[in-house]
């Protein structure tokens, strides 16, 4: 950052009048007035003007220098802000530091970033190794008084000082648990303190104006320089005395949970203005504290913004609003790409007030202050929406939290439901250790009580798991409620108070708290809320869910299928069911050449021999690059690690002798591609793109084609990486684990990562396990085709003249993700079943037939095998689903049974390709599976800051894929351009129209209930 602040002093005007201006023109007009009271002690503007000017001398002669950081050890009193004064005076940039809420390694923290070796104090203290500069020591009562040349020198020094020069640098609590310091300049406070908009903390000599802020909170520089420059008085208090000094103030300027420990008594009458900040007000303290004499304001600004840009009166029943913008600011919407403005989105801020940016911190400075049509902005990471009353704060992106697989706003959900119950005045919400946690006040509040209240009246994931009910809450040395001291309270605190589980029932098992951990790391809750009776589908389990915990218990030589762990559900019946491993060893895959394909690898690499376009998957991934080092030379080491640790990537595939064989070696067929602007940028991508359809169009089908990778870099700004592979290398589940690795990779980190996992070893798993069960195999398929003749082909309708190979048919269909979820759990079935069940009913309307098949497209991790959930490369499998319905069956009795069938064939699903000899496939060729279902509700993949594009020609005449997509429900019919566009466009919103009535049916339903929606 010494580059930015040199940059800003050579370019920047020079200050025409800063804060210390202002107050010297108070103390010449009103040199007896009161600056400051504190504890039956005052302080005049005159005292004030001259005590600062002799620390600014004294300060000087020991070193310091203008433009110089320095940190300040103080707490409330008179002292404080003389010290102040006296750095602003040498031209100085003050660093404060709480000496009395402060620990000493947060102290140490700070002056490590300020990296200055002495240490301006107020208290008597000391650091062990940094010098101490006393407040006592400067105003020594034998220290000279200021000469009229000394004076002239420290006004000279103001003359020099430009726009952009610190006022002070204010340490907030940073993400990486060090405090991260923001630098405010002299111009964004000197134009704050001279504002005269609506709602404007409007201070005459004659007002009184709280100061309970701690001297490191910003509030507290918005305060005093408020009040100061236009010649108020500050009434400093402390915790002991603030109920005594807050009544004689005429403006109080706190924190909605300070105002909360206040008693709106007549004692206050004398209060004609309350300002509150740093936390959303409720209505209930608005109603209580607004009065005809007395008015209340909600002002909003974050410390990037200089304290405040915007402050709205608030009304009893009105709404809460962020109203009147300081002069010169902008508050905008933008969208998640942070390029339109939209009616909710992210507040941005544009304007004077913008901080210089962090200390010694550019890639945070340019992460979090950005350009925009050539005006520098800063995004705040609050969330607000506009309507005709204004803006309203909706919440802080990081109190948007994810319970129980769904988006949950503590601030305007949570809290709300818990202040709705009677007796309750303040609520607190987080996210703890995979649990909603809540707290209340007062004590005496009946949490059972509430507990049922809330049950009764919002959705379950609005529950707090764990509620506790105390007398206070414990707040922050800014006035704000204390969530890490609370979360301490939840340590401290006997397990016996969380609610909202089971009773646990006394088990002698040795292995039910492995199972237990298993759920709990699942599911990502605390172990003590998983009970023997904790349900695995009520918890929102599905099938990558149990695929995770079964590798779990593997890796603790325990046993147990994805099939029984949704049959047995229970914590305490998976216990029961639960196979010991006793040799792990009995299976030793060999590396090298002969190894076998598996079935599936089999099937696809036949697929793409007779049609050569078949099963390549084309991705592109796109990030911004103008705060990290992501480039093309980056991507490329990243990918030759990968190469090097997923054997799959160094194989050759040989369908003609059934085999596969791993080298040591690879090549990676790589392009780099460098533009200089957004327009070559797009040019070059689609250039990419057209030559690599060409490519595959040419390619003969066998042998397959290498991985192709090429990056386009517009160095500074973007990058996109491509890449086209055979679906052999790549399925869904590996690519979320690709993904995840790369980024590992790329921040250093690559000796975290776990041990890859062989392809090849797995092959060799499944060529024994099918050499010793092949008699089951193959009975299993003969019993299970024999519903095949019944099926018949879809009725669809047919271009006449098919202009492309394939299509796309797409819509955000009305179903939500929590409906979807909710009526899932209620039936205990995972989503899955409700969305083959959906499109089974619709295949039946369009085959008129009630026996219907598709192909289920697996993560293919349900396998027996040590830590498959980790392998990289194809090994998902495509699951044929054949349905038998009965319109006369309720549709609970349906899904229920249609969940025992898929798991019941997804056992066998590594060997689906035996159904073709089982059905005598020459005779359906024509059919063979019109359609495929692809569900990524649930898929395990972070794209993190990439933005992912994925293509694939559809490896079925209809392929179904339902995604989540906001709140709700996406879907897309990828299909053979044979069919009419139109035709499937019916097609898919059929299917929506029997998904939606299948989740809002009732128990008493039936399937034909179902499909009456169809006609």
Same mark, same amino acid.
């Given at each position: 950052?010494?580059?930015?602040?040199?940059?800003s002093?050579?370019?920047d005007? !020079?200050?025409q009048?800063?804060?210390?201006?202002?107050?010297?023109?108070?103390?010449?007009q009103?040199?007896d007035g009161i600056?400051?009271?504190?504890?039956g002690?005052s302080?005049t503007?005159? %005292?004030?003007r001259?005590a600062?000017?002799r620390v600014a001398?004294a300060l000087?002669?020991r070193?310091?220098k203008?433009?110089?950081?320095i940190?300040l050890?103080?707490?409330?009193?008179?002292?404080?802000?003389?010290a102040?004064l006296?750095?602003l005076?040498?031209?100085?940039?003050?660093c404060?530091?709480?000496?009395n809420?402060?620990n000493?390694?947060?102290v140490?923290?700070?002056?490590?970033a300020?990296q200055?070796?002495?240490?301006? $104090?107020?208290v008597?203290?000391?650091?062990s190794?940094?010098?101490?500069?006393?407040m006592a020591d400067?105003?020594?009562p034998?220290a000279?008084?200021?000469t009229?040349s000394? =004076?002239?020198?420290?006004?000279?020094?103001?003359k020099?000082?430009k726009?952009s020069d610190?006022?002070?640098?204010i340490f907030t609590?940073?993400?990486?648990?060090k405090p991260?310091?923001v630098?405010?300049?002299?111009?964004?406070a #000197?134009?704050?303190?001279?504002?005269?908009?609506?709602?404007?903390?409007t201070?005459?000599?004659?007002?009184?104006?709280? /100061?309970?802020?701690?001297?490191?909170?910003?509030?507290c520089a918005?305060v005093?320089f408020?009040t100061i420059?236009?010649g108020?008085?500050?009434?400093?208090?402390?915790?002991?005395?603030?109920?005594?000094?807050?009544p004689?103030?005429?403006?109080?300027v706190?924190? !909605?949970?300070?105002l909360s420990?206040f008693?709106?008594?007549?004692?206050?009458?004398?209060v004609r203005?309350?300002y509150m900040?740093?936390?959303?007000p409720?209505?209930?303290?608005?109603?209580?504290w607004?009065t005809?004499?007395?008015?209340i304001?909600?002002?909003?600004?974050p410390t990037?913004?200089?304290t405040a840009?915007?402050?709205?009166e608030m009304?009893p029943?009105?709404?809460?609003i962020?109203? +009147?913008?300081?002069?010169?600011v902008?508050?905008?919407?933008?969208?998640?790409?942070l390029e339109?403005e939209?009616?909710?989105?992210?507040?941005?801020i544009?304007?004077?007030?913008?901080?210089?940016?962090?200390l010694n911190?550019q890639?945070?400075?340019?992460?979090k202050?950005?350009?925009?049509n050539?005006i520098?902005?800063y995004?705040t990471g609050d969330?607000?929406r506009?309507?005709?009353?204004?803006?309203?704060?909706?919440?802080?992106?990081?109190?948007l939290?994810?319970?129980r697989?769904?988006l949950?706003n503590l601030?305007t959900e949570v809290e709300?439901?818990?202040?709705?119950f009677?007796?309750v +005045?303040?609520?607190a919400s987080?996210m703890h250790?995979?649990?909603?946690v809540a707290?209340?006040?007062p004590?005496?509040?009946?949490t059972?009580?509430?507990?049922s209240h809330?049950?009764e009246?919002?959705?379950k994931?609005l529950v707090?798991?764990l509620?506790f009910?105390v007398?206070?809450f414990?707040l922050t040395? +800014?006035?704000?409620v204390?969530?890490?001291?609370?979360?301490?309270?939840?340590l401290a605190t006997?397990? $016996?108070t969380i609610?909202d589980?089971?009773?646990p029932?006394?088990s002698?098992s040795? &292995?039910?708290?492995v199972?237990a951990?298993?759920f709990a790391?699942? *599911?990502?809750?605390?172990?003590s809320?998983?009970?023997?009776?904790?349900? *695995?589908?009520?918890?929102?389990g599905?099938?990558?869910?149990?695929v995770?915990?079964?590798?779990f218990?593997?890796?603790?030589k325990?046993?147990?299928?994805?099939a029984?762990?949704?049959?047995l559900?229970?914590?305490?019946?998976i216990?029961?069911?639960?196979?010991?491993i006793k040799?792990d060893?009995?299976f030793?895959?060999?590396?090298?050449?002969g190894i !076998?394909l598996?079935?599936h690898?089999?099937?696809?690499l036949?697929?793409?021999?007779?049609s050569?376009?078949?099963?390549?998957?084309?991705h592109?991934?796109?990030?911004?690059? &103008?705060?990290?080092?992501v480039s093309g030379?980056?991507?490329?080491k990243?990918?030759?690690l990968l190469?090097t640790?997923?054997?799959?990537f160094?194989?050759?595939?040989?369908? +003609?002798?059934?085999?596969?064989?791993v080298?040591?070696?690879?090549k990676?067929?790589w392009?780099?591609?460098r533009?200089s602007? %957004?327009?070559?940028?797009?040019?070059?991508s689609?250039?990419? %793109?057209?030559?690599m359809?060409s490519?595959?169009?040419?390619?003969?089908?066998?042998?397959?084609?290498?991985?192709q990778?090429w990056v386009i870099?517009?160095?500074?700004?973007?990058?996109?990486?491509?890449?086209?592979?055979h679906?052999?290398?790549?399925?869904a589940f590996s690519f979320g684990?690709?993904? #995840?690795?790369?980024?590992v990779?790329? %921040?250093?980190?690559?000796n975290?990562?776990?041990p890859?996992?062989?392809l090849a070893?797995?092959a060799?798993?499944l060529?024994q396990k099918?050499r010793e069960n092949?008699?089951?195999?193959?009975?299993?398929?003969?019993?299970?085709a024999?519903p095949?003749?019944?099926?018949?082909?879809?009725? /669809?309708?047919?271009?006449?003249t098919p202009?492309?190979?394939?299509?796309?048919?797409?819509?955000d269909?009305?179903?939500?993700?929590? #409906?979807?979820?909710? *009526?899932?759990?209620?039936r205990?079935?995972?989503?899955?079943?409700a969305?083959?069940?959906?499109w089974?009913?619709?295949?039946?309307?369009y085959?008129?037939?009630d026996t219907?098949a598709m192909?289920a497209?697996?993560?293919?991790?349900?396998i027996?095998?040590?830590?498959i959930?980790?392998?990289?490369?194809?090994?998902n499998? =495509?699951?044929?689903l054949?349905?038998?319905?009965?319109r006369n069956?309720?549709i609970?009795?349906?899904l229920?049974?249609i969940?025992?069938?898929?798991h019941?064939?997804?056992?066998?699903?590594?060997?689906y390709?035996?159904?073709?000899g089982?059905?005598g496939?020459?005779q359906?060729t024509?059919y063979?599976?019109e359609?495929?279902?692809?569900?990524?509700l649930d898929m395990?993949?972070?794209?993190g800051?990439w933005?992912?594009?994925?293509v694939?020609?559809?490896p079925?005449?209809?392929v179904?894929g339902?995604v989540?997509?906001g709140?709700g429900v996406n879907?897309?019919i990828?299909?053979d351009?044979k069919?009419?566009?139109?035709?499937?466009?019916?097609?898919g919103?059929a *299917?929506i129209?029997?998904?939606?009535?299948?989740?809002?049916? &009732?128990?008493e339903?039936?399937?034909q209930d179902?499909a009456?929606? /169809?006609?």
């Open positions: 950052m010494a580059i930015v602040e040199a940059e002093h050579h370019a005007p !020079p200050l009048k800063c804060v210390l201006d202002l107050i010297d023109q108070q103390a010449d009103d040199p600056v400051a009271d504190f504890q002690n302080l503007y005159s %005292q004030l001259d600062s000017i001398l000087k002669e070193g310091f203008p433009r110089d950081h940190p050890l103080t707490s409330m009193g008179p002292e404080m802000l003389v102040v006296g750095i005076r040498l031209g100085a940039c003050y404060p530091m709480d000496f809420a402060w000493s390694s947060r140490l923290a700070t002056l490590e300020v200055s070796k002495m240490v301006f $104090s107020t008597d203290t000391t650091i190794g940094y010098d101490m500069v006393h400067l105003l020594r034998d000279l008084t200021a009229i000394e =004076r002239e020198v420290l006004a000279e020094i103001r020099d000082m726009v610190l006022i002070y640098i609590s940073g993400t990486t648990g991260k310091g630098m405010v300049s002299h111009g964004s #000197a134009h704050l303190v001279q504002q005269n908009f609506p709602g404007a903390m201070v005459h000599p004659s007002t009184r104006v709280l /100061l309970f802020f701690s001297v490191a909170f910003d509030g918005g005093v408020s420059c236009h108020g008085t500050l009434a400093m208090a402390l915790p002991a005395d603030v109920l005594d000094v807050a004689t103030c005429s403006t109080l706190v924190t !909605p949970s300070i420990t008693e709106p008594s007549p004692r206050f009458d004398g203005e309350i900040g740093g936390e959303a409720t209505a209930a303290l608005i109603d209580a607004a005809p004499t007395r008015k304001y909600n002002s909003y600004g990037e913004c200089t840009v915007s402050v709205a009304l029943g009105g709404p809460i962020l109203g +009147n913008i300081v002069s010169g902008e508050l905008v919407l933008l969208d998640d790409a339109n939209v009616d909710e989105g992210e507040i941005c544009r304007g004077p007030c913008l901080a210089i940016g962090y911190n890639k945070l400075t340019q992460e202050f950005f350009m925009r050539g520098r902005h995004r969330l607000a506009r309507d005709k009353y204004g803006l309203h704060f909706v919440a802080r992106v990081d109190r939290v994810k319970n697989g769904f949950v601030e709300p439901a818990l202040r709705s009677p007796g +005045n303040r609520a987080f250790r995979g649990a909603l707290f209340i006040s004590a005496d509040v009946d059972d009580k509430l507990q809330l049950r009246r919002y959705d994931f707090p798991d509620l009910a007398q206070d414990p040395s +800014n006035g704000k204390d969530t890490k001291g609370l979360k301490e309270l939840v006997n397990a $016996s609610t589980i089971d009773n029932n006394v002698n040795a &292995t039910l708290p199972v951990e298993a790391v699942v *599911f990502d809750r605390p172990v809320q998983i009970t023997p009776t904790t349900s *695995f589908v009520r918890l929102g599905h099938s990558l869910r149990a995770k915990l079964a590798s218990l593997r890796q603790h325990l046993k147990v299928s994805v029984d762990i949704f049959l559900d229970t914590v305490s019946a216990d029961q069911a639960l196979v010991s040799d060893a009995a030793k895959p060999t590396h090298g050449t !076998p598996t079935d690898q089999a099937e696809i036949r697929e793409t021999s007779e050569p376009t078949s099963n390549y998957l084309f592109s991934l796109t990030r911004d690059i &103008t705060s990290d080092n030379e980056t991507l490329r990243a990918w030759e190469f640790r997923h054997s799959v160094r194989t050759a595939f040989d369908l +003609n002798l059934g085999t596969q064989t080298h040591n070696t690879f990676l067929n392009t780099d591609i533009v602007n %957004q327009e070559e940028f797009t040019a070059a689609e250039s990419e %793109q057209q030559r359809w490519r595959l169009r040419l390619h003969k089908g066998s042998p397959i084609l290498e991985p990778f870099e517009l160095p500074g700004e973007k990058v996109q990486l491509s890449w086209t592979m679906h052999i290398y790549l399925d684990t690709i993904l #995840a690795e790369m980024e990779i790329l %921040q250093g980190d690559e975290q990562l776990p890859a996992v062989s070893g797995l060799q798993f060529q099918k092949l008699e089951e195999i193959q009975k299993f398929w003969g019993d299970y024999r095949w003749p019944k099926l018949k082909i879809l009725n /669809l309708p047919l271009e006449r202009s492309v190979s394939w299509s796309t048919w797409e819509s269909s009305v179903v939500k993700k929590m #409906a979807l979820d909710e *009526f899932s759990r209620s205990g079935i995972s989503s899955a079943m969305i083959y069940t959906a089974g009913l619709t295949l039946s309307k085959s008129a037939s219907v192909k497209s697996v993560s293919g991790r349900t027996d095998y040590p830590s959930d980790n392998i990289v490369g194809g090994v499998g =495509r699951c044929p054949i349905l038998q319905l009965d069956e309720l609970s009795n349906a229920t049974s969940q025992r069938n898929f019941k064939v997804n056992n066998f699903q590594w060997t390709p035996e159904l073709r089982a059905i496939v020459e359906y024509s063979w599976l359609s495929q279902v692809v569900i990524l395990p993949v972070e794209p800051p933005k992912v594009v994925e694939q020609k559809p079925a005449p209809l179904l339902v989540q997509r709140d879907i897309r990828e299909f351009g069919y009419s566009f139109q035709g499937v466009e019916q097609l919103k *299917f129209a029997v998904l939606k009535t299948l989740i809002d049916s &009732t128990l339903a039936r399937v179902i009456k929606v /169809l006609g």
